[in-house]
């Protein structure tokens, strides 16, 4: 079956450093995989998408993802983190028909 | 474009009460989920549609919840009677069969059971 693992619960990085939220994957044939971010009492926005090509996808607000198959692992990443960043992020990956299978998320904390 | 609508965003009710929350999907979606958030369990699949028909309600907890799609811009979770552990927070996403990528996500229910 497919599935994500988020290992940390919580991501705390001051403003302005970089920041990464760790995703690893299991999956039978091509990994399908996302990211997807929930700001307070929104629903869930995609931020980007790896299916192909490029190992490095960039996406919304400035976040990007490197896919990794040996490690079979999709870390999300920013150069540079906002107070803003500041939400619960997702890690989802594609099953062999229509659903995504969503980790437990990681709530990324931006200080000031 | 107004996005996937849900009704109510809040609901307390209590134990035994039957509740309905409610959902209409970005227009042209011809697939619609219904997922549960909670601290303990997540984000959770219930159920979801495509073309109004039920594919998959594997993860509907128990025969105390059910859903309805009437038509392509409706649908319906109900759970009777509701229970404290009902508690969460239910969102409703809807994505076009030309994109199976990226689901669009209503902004949720909030249900307390007392």
């Known amino acids: 079956a497919q599935s994500v693992a988020q290992p940390e619960d919580q991501v705390n990085v001051a403003e302005g450093n970089p920041l990464t939220v760790k995703c690893t994957y299991s999956v039978s044939g091509n990994p399908y995989l996302f990211w997807y971010v929930q700001y307070p009492n929104r629903g869930l926005q995609f931020l980007l998408k790896?299916?192909?090509?490029?190992?490095l996808v960039k996406g919304s607000y400035g976040f990007e993802a490197e896919f990794n198959k040996s490690q079979t692992s999709f870390h999300l990443k920013k150069p540079s983190a906002l107070v803003s960043d500041s939400a619960l992020y997702f890690c989802?990956?594609?099953?062999?028909?229509?659903?995504?299978?969503f980790g437990t998320g990681t709530r990324l904390q931006v200080f000031p | 474009d107004a996005g996937v609508i849900q009704s109510p965003r809040h609901e307390v009710t209590e134990m035994g009460q039957e509740v309905t929350l409610r959902c209409k999907p970005i227009s042209g979606h011809d697939y619609l989920f219904w997922y549960r958030q909670t601290m303990m369990r997540g984000l959770e699949l219930l159920i979801y549609?495509?073309?109004?028909?039920?594919?998959?309600d594997s993860g509907m907890p128990e025969d105390r919840f059910s859903a309805k799609m009437p038509n392509a811009s409706f649908s319906t979770l109900k759970i009777q009677p509701s229970e404290p552990r009902d508690s969460a927070v239910y969102f409703c996403a809807s994505r076009t069969s030309g994109s199976r990528d990226e689901q669009f996500f209503g902004p949720g229910t909030r249900l307390t059971v007392l």
């Open positions: 549609f495509n073309n109004n028909v039920p594919i998959d």
């Open positions: 989802a990956v594609r099953d062999w028909v229509d659903k995504l299978i």
């Open positions: 790896y299916i192909t090509g490029d190992n």
